[in-house]
Structure formats: structure tokens, C-alpha cells
């Protein structure tokens, strides 16, 4: 006999819950008192979080992600032409100064807000250059070419024919941080005929209503694009990112942002049965052997160190043969990166590795330094050590650049170590051997593999595309596409036949 489901209307303290089939949690008092009807539970297999989802979030999201679906039900009917307009018209008015003053006030008014709650504001400033940079990527967009119905394979048989016909893959769920510039990249999916529902953090949200105020929804409705096609989930909440994530109706559900919470979004994303992309540990690793040029290897270093994002080197590793001539250019580097900046820098060394520092640097483990951090200066040691499991640790900084040091016996130790131990995103090795650089390349578990600094990682840097994101191998290499999610990566392929002989018959 089957049980017919009955609408979970209130929870209880201490109630069991089962996770992934073979483990119980209990609802706490918390949960159980602020759960209502209308209300959702998320139950995540992975952690065994037990998430509430308030029936205004619910609602929230779905009719978000309605008007996406209802958006992408008419892409169909819009030309390619009325996309390039939106570019243009979406970068026309982020340039145009007066357009701009509200958007400037806003992003203003949320680092106030951040700084007085001492939270990061490292990635939330609009600035110009990041403006300039929203601009450029809307515009690259406008002079893409178009990727709708362009034939990717092509079969001849006797009286027929097929076509592999490239086409939109449906809405694009997308969470992220507070970064205002990625507000712009996310619309890089119309250009395939997608629609695109996103929220942003809280940090951010002021800007973001700006933004589509000022100059999103006017490009959109001058293009003539359906509504929905760009829509902004307006809340502050987690809730509402994991309801839209938890929505089936989704195409692609992408998500950015720390470590912890694009682990659990994409846990949400794969129990709903929505396919993911997921760009959350960053921290870039460089590796220096003995046949590293000294020169070379510290403006490595230091134009790795420029600012603290996703693909800022975190971790360097040198080979024994290497310590008296890279250690002291990777600590030039790092000086160099740090008075750029008018500041001091921070250096974590695994334990045992202090010695190696002490014979080419010793007065640095004397050392105390003042390091900026989201909530005020901290005065801390120069150096501190640093247990092995923890060469992965992404140092989210400020103002004072900070770095893992590690030292091992050779190159294939080095690879390991990052294998073991890296988010495996990127990775760099200093070296004038091409052998060494062959074998780091056929080894070393990571996407994005270069010789030099790490910042090259950025899709509308190295690739003239603004990107969604940048994807490391935390959870194994990626199906069927690179490591940087662009618009025009986001597609299906559907077949179409066409058959001139009315006998064909199997």
C-alpha cells in the first residue's frame, strides 16, 4: 500500500530527519520554531544541513525563474540582432556618466554599509576600471558571432540527411558574490538564446538594483528582448538562492563565491536534478626547480600578487636544489607585491620548513607586521608555520598580500603535494627546462597550467570572452568543456533531418 505524501505544515524539535538514506539529524529549537506553513526543508545528503526555506523566498524565486522560463519560451522568436542591440545599449548607458551617478552612489553606500559591519569590501568596489571592464566585456558580446543554429556536424545518407544544430539551453540560474562586474558577464548567455536569473549578495544588493534600474531593464526593453529574458532574484537571503537552485526548471544552475557555500548550492543544484558549474576555491600554485631564473621567477611572484581574487597565487613550492636562489626571489617577489601596496606581507611555512627560511632570510621570523583585515589592522607575527593538511587554505587578504611556502625534494614531489593538496585550479611552474615543463604539464592536476604569473587565468583576459566563472577540479574534471564557463559555452545540441526521398524507410 502506498502513503499518500501529506504537506509538511510545521516542524517539532528533535525530530529525526534521515540523510542520504543511512544517517538521522534532529530539527533544533530554532528551525522548529520558525518554521511555518508554506514553509520547505532542504534536506543537503552531503553535510546533512537542514535548510529552511520561507514560503516569501519560495515564492520569490519561483516567479523568478518563471519569467526566465517564460522568456526563454519566446527566444525563439527574437533574432540575433535585437541581442547585439542590448548589448550595445547595455554598455552605452554603464558609459554614459549621468546613466552612471546612481549606479556610483549605490555601490557607494553598500561598501559603506560592508566596511561598517567589518565585512570584506576587497571585490565589491565599483571602480573604473571594473566599470570600463563591464563595458568591454557588453561590448565583445554585441561583436560575437552568433551561435544559435550554427551547425556543428553534418551526415549524408541516401535520400536523407542530419544536422547538429547548436541552440540555447534553456535559464541559467546564477548565484555569486558580491562582485558588480560579474552582473554584466551573466548576461553573455543571451548571446546563445538563454535567459539568466541570478542573485547576488547582500553586500552588493543595493548596487545591483541600480544597475537594472539605471540600465538593464531600459536595454532590455529598447531591444525589444522578452521580459525575464535578465532577471534580478531581489533578496538578501540565502533562502532564495537555494529555492532558485532548487528549482527543477533550470537549465544550468552556476554558482560563485567561497568555498562552503558553492559546495552546498551545488549539492542543492544535483538533488533537484539540475546540471552545475561551480567556481568556488581559488588560490593559484607556482612551483620554482633549480633551473628557475631567479629574475624571472620574482616578477612572477609579484604580478601574481597584484590583488587578492580566485586565480592570486596562495601557495609556492620549491625544490630543495632551488632554496638558495628561488627562495630568495620568491620572497623578492613577494616584498615587491607588498610595497606596491604600501604595506607588509604575511608568509604561512609548513612545519619544517622554517630552516629553509631561516638560512636566506632569518631577521623575517623575528618579525611582527601590521595586516589589514575586513574588521581593522591586526598586528601579527611576519611568518607562522603551517600544518600540511592545510597548504589548501585560500588566504582571502586585504591590503597585505599573504602566501603558503613549502619545500620539497623534486619536481615530482612538488606535483604531488599539489595533488594532494591544491584546489586544483591553477598551477605554474618556474623553469627554463622544457622537459620539466612537459612532465609538470602531463602531471599536474589542474586546468588552467602556465610557466609564468598566475592572473592570466580570466576568460575576457586570456580569451576575449567574459566568462560566468572559472572552474577548478575539486570535484574531478569537467564533461564536454573548458574550465572557463563563457555565454556561448552555455548550449545544446539538437539534431535535424531532412529527408528528400518520401521511400526512405528503415
Given at each position: 500500500?502506498?502513503?499518500?505524501?501529506?504537506?509538511?505544515?510545521?516542524?517539532?524539535?528533535?525530530?529525526?530527519?534521515?540523510?542520504?538514506?543511512?544517517?538521522?539529524?534532529?530539527?533544533?529549537?530554532?528551525?522548529?520554531?520558525?518554521?511555518?506553513?508554506?514553509?520547505?526543508?532542504?534536506?543537503?545528503?552531503?553535510?546533512?544541513?537542514?535548510?529552511?526555506?520561507?514560503?516569501?523566498?519560495?515564492?520569490?524565486?519561483?516567479?523568478?525563474?518563471?519569467?526566465?522560463?517564460?522568456?526563454?519560451?519566446?527566444?525563439?522568436?527574437?533574432?540575433?540582432?535585437?541581442?547585439?542591440?542590448?548589448?550595445?545599449?547595455?554598455?552605452?548607458?554603464?558609459?554614459?556618466?549621468?546613466?552612471?551617478?546612481?549606479?556610483?552612489?549605490?555601490n557607494s553606500a553598500d561598501v559603506d554599509r560592508a566596511r561598517q559591519r567589518g565585512r570584506s569590501t576587497t571585490r565589491l568596489v565599483l571602480d573604473d576600471r571594473m566599470r570600463a571592464d563591464m563595458v568591454a566585456g557588453l561590448r565583445s558580446w554585441a561583436d560575437a558571432p552568433p551561435e544559435r543554429g550554427r551547425r556543428v556536424d553534418h551526415v549524408d545518407h541516401p535520400g536523407w540527411s542530419a544536422d547538429a544544430v547548436r541552440d540555447g539551453l534553456g535559464v541559467v540560474a546564477f548565484?555569486?558574490?558580491?562582485?558588480?562586474?560579474?552582473?554584466?558577464?551573466?548576461?553573455?548567455?543571451?548571446?546563445?538564446?538563454?535567459?539568466?536569473?541570478?542573485?547576488?549578495?547582500?553586500?552588493?544588493l543595493g548596487t545591483a538594483r541600480a544597475l537594472v534600474g539605471a540600465a538593464l531593464d531600459p536595454a532590455l526593453a529598447s531591444s525589444g528582448l522578452p521580459p525575464g529574458a535578465v532577471t534580478l532574484l531581489d533578496s538578501p537571503t540565502h533562502a532564495a538562492g537555494w529555492a532558485m537552485f532548487a528549482d527543477p526548471r533550470l537549465g544550468l544552475a552556476v554558482a560563485r563565491g567561497s568555498g562552503a557555500a558553492v559546495a552546498q548550492l551545488g549539492a542543492i543544484a544535483r538533488a533537484a536534478?539540475?546540471?552545475?558549474?561551480?567556481?568556488?576555491?581559488?588560490?593559484?600554485?607556482?612551483?620554482?626547480?633549480?633551473?628557475?631564473?631567479?629574475?624571472?621567477?620574482?616578477?612572477?611572484?609579484?604580478?601574481?600578487?597584484?590583488?587578492?581574487?580566485?586565480?592570486?597565487?596562495?601557495?609556492?613550492?620549491?625544490?630543495?636544489?632551488?632554496?638558495?636562489?628561488?627562495?630568495?626571489?620568491?620572497?623578492?617577489?613577494?616584498?615587491?607585491?607588498?610595497?606596491?601596496?604600501?604595506?607588509?606581507?604575511?608568509?604561512?611555512?609548513?612545519?619544517?620548513?622554517?630552516?629553509?627560511?631561516?638560512?636566506?632570510?632569518?631577521?623575517?621570523?623575528?618579525?611582527?607586521?601590521?595586516?589589514?583585515?575586513?574588521?581593522?589592522?591586526?598586528?601579527?607575527?611576519?611568518?607562522?608555520?603551517?600544518?600540511?593538511?592545510?597548504?589548501?587554505?585560500?588566504?582571502?587578504?586585504?591590503?597585505?598580500?599573504?602566501?603558503?611556502?613549502?619545500?620539497?625534494?623534486?619536481?615530482?614531489?612538488?606535483?604531488?603535494?599539489?595533488?594532494?593538496?591544491?584546489?586544483?585550479?591553477?598551477?605554474?611552474?618556474?623553469?627554463?627546462?622544457?622537459?620539466?615543463?612537459?612532465?609538470?604539464?602531463?602531471?599536474?592536476?589542474?586546468?588552467?597550467?602556465?610557466?609564468?604569473?598566475?592572473?592570466?587565468?580570466?576568460?575576457?583576459?586570456?580569451?576575449?570572452?567574459?566568462?560566468?566563472?572559472?572552474?577548478?577540479?575539486?570535484?574531478?574534471?569537467?564533461?564536454?568543456?573548458?574550465?572557463?564557463?563563457?555565454?556561448?559555452?552555455?548550449?545544446?545540441?539538437?539534431?535535424?533531418?531532412?529527408?528528400?526521398?518520401?521511400?526512405?524507410?528503415?
Amino acid at each position: 500500500m502506498t502513503a499518500t505524501p501529506l504537506p509538511l505544515t510545521s516542524l517539532e524539535p528533535g525530530m529525526p530527519i534521515v540523510v542520504g538514506g543511512d544517517r538521522v539529524v534532529h530539527v533544533d529549537d530554532d528551525l522548529a520554531a520558525a518554521f511555518g506553513p508554506g514553509d520547505a526543508l532542504l534536506v543537503v545528503d552531503d553535510t546533512g544541513d537542514l535548510l529552511h526555506l520561507p514560503a516569501t523566498q519560495r515564492s520569490l524565486a519561483a516567479d523568478a525563474v518563471g519569467r526566465a522560463r517564460r522568456a526563454f519560451a519566446a527566444m525563439g522568436e527574437v533574432d540575433d540582432a535585437a541581442i547585439t542591440t542590448f548589448y550595445h545599449a547595455f554598455a552605452d548607458r554603464l558609459a554614459d556618466d549621468e546613466v552612471f551617478a546612481p549606479v556610483a552612489a549605490a555601490n557607494s553606500a553598500d561598501v559603506d554599509r560592508a566596511r561598517q559591519r567589518g565585512r570584506s569590501t576587497t571585490r565589491l568596489v565599483l571602480d573604473d576600471r571594473m566599470r570600463a571592464d563591464m563595458v568591454a566585456g557588453l561590448r565583445s558580446w554585441a561583436d560575437a558571432p552568433p551561435e544559435r543554429g550554427r551547425r556543428v556536424d553534418h551526415v549524408d545518407h541516401p535520400g536523407w540527411s542530419a544536422d547538429a544544430v547548436r541552440d540555447g539551453l534553456g535559464v541559467v540560474a546564477f548565484v555569486f558574490e558580491g562582485r558588480p562586474n560579474v552582473f554584466a558577464d551573466a548576461t553573455g548567455v543571451l548571446r546563445s538564446g538563454n535567459t539568466v536569473v541570478f542573485r547576488i549578495g547582500s553586500d552588493a544588493l543595493g548596487t545591483a538594483r541600480a544597475l537594472v534600474g539605471a540600465a538593464l531593464d531600459p536595454a532590455l526593453a529598447s531591444s525589444g528582448l522578452p521580459p525575464g529574458a535578465v532577471t534580478l532574484l531581489d533578496s538578501p537571503t540565502h533562502a532564495a538562492g537555494w529555492a532558485m537552485f532548487a528549482d527543477p526548471r533550470l537549465g544550468l544552475a552556476v554558482a560563485r563565491g567561497s568555498g562552503a557555500a558553492v559546495a552546498q548550492l551545488g549539492a542543492i543544484a544535483r538533488a533537484a536534478g539540475n546540471p552545475v558549474s561551480l567556481h568556488g576555491t581559488g588560490g593559484a600554485w607556482m612551483v620554482a626547480t633549480g633551473r628557475a631564473e631567479p629574475e624571472r621567477l620574482a616578477a612572477a611572484v609579484a604580478a601574481s600578487l597584484d590583488r587578492k581574487v580566485c586565480n592570486t597565487l596562495n601557495t609556492v613550492v620549491v625544490t630543495a636544489d632551488a632554496v638558495a636562489t628561488a627562495l630568495p626571489a620568491v620572497l623578492a617577489g613577494v616584498d615587491a607585491a607588498a610595497t606596491a601596496r604600501a604595506v607588509a606581507p604575511r608568509l604561512h611555512v609548513r612545519v619544517g620548513d622554517l630552516e629553509h627560511l631561516a638560512t636566506v632570510d632569518p631577521d623575517r621570523l623575528e618579525t611582527r607586521v601590521a595586516v589589514s583585515r575586513a574588521d581593522g589592522i591586526h598586528d601579527e607575527p611576519a611568518v607562522t608555520e603551517l600544518a600540511e593538511e592545510e597548504l589548501g587554505t585560500e588566504w582571502e587578504w586585504e591590503d597585505n598580500p599573504e602566501v603558503t611556502v613549502a619545500v620539497v625534494d623534486d619536481l615530482d614531489a612538488a606535483i604531488e603535494l599539489h595533488n594532494a593538496h591544491a584546489p586544483r585550479f591553477v598551477a605554474s611552474l618556474l623553469s627554463a627546462d622544457p622537459e620539466e615543463q612537459d612532465r609538470f604539464f602531463a602531471l599536474v592536476d589542474a586546468p588552467f597550467v602556465g610557466n609564468g604569473f598566475t592572473r592570466w587565468v580570466d576568460g575576457q583576459y586570456a580569451l576575449d570572452k567574459p566568462e560566468l566563472g572559472l572552474s577548478n577540479w575539486q570535484f574531478g574534471r569537467l564533461f564536454g568543456r573548458a574550465g572557463i564557463l563563457s555565454g556561448d559555452s552555455v548550449h545544446t545540441v539538437r539534431l535535424r533531418v531532412d529527408q528528400s526521398d518520401p521511400n526512405v524507410h528503415r
